[in-house]
């Protein structure tokens, strides 16, 4: 039994797709969503590639809003959705993270907003 059952998600394609694509393959899928929340989590800690892991951030915040749509309050999510947009283009990690250690070495990233 899930906590925010699919069938009750007024989203309809959103719930198509969890019931359709995500549940099948849960066996996969929770391992992989564990390990990458966690090096996510351990990323912007200790601010290594900070503005792609933000993005990343977004990415999984914005899939759990979406799973959880009309359970959950929804400024909850639109707030770390505001505080990782905000380390996306702010370039944070570059004061005292590892990404200064690599904009101290290697200078401007020719990539923009990688580190």
């Known amino acids: 039994m899930s906590v925010f059952p699919q069938s009750e998600n007024p ?14 393959i849960r066996g996969f899928f ?3 969503q564990l390990v990458a929340e966690f090096l996510i989590g351990l990323f912007l800690l200790v601010g290594f590639f900070t503005p ?13 809003f979406l799973a959880t749509f009309g359970h959950d ?21 570059r ?4 990404d200064k250690l690599l904009l101290d070495r290697r200078g401007e990233p020719r990539i923009p907003y990688l580190w």
């Open 95 to 98: 004061s005292l993270g590892v």
């Open 52 to 64: 792609l892991t933000s993005l990343a951030s977004i990415f999984f915040i914005f899939n759990t």
């Open 30 to 32: 929770a391992p992989f």
């Open 73 to 93: 309050w929804p400024w909850s999510y639109g707030m770390m959705l505001a505080i990782l947009g905000v380390v996306l283009i702010t370039k944070a990690g």
């Open 11 to 24: 989203l309809a394609w959103y719930a198509a797709f969890i019931e359709g694509v995500i549940l099948p």
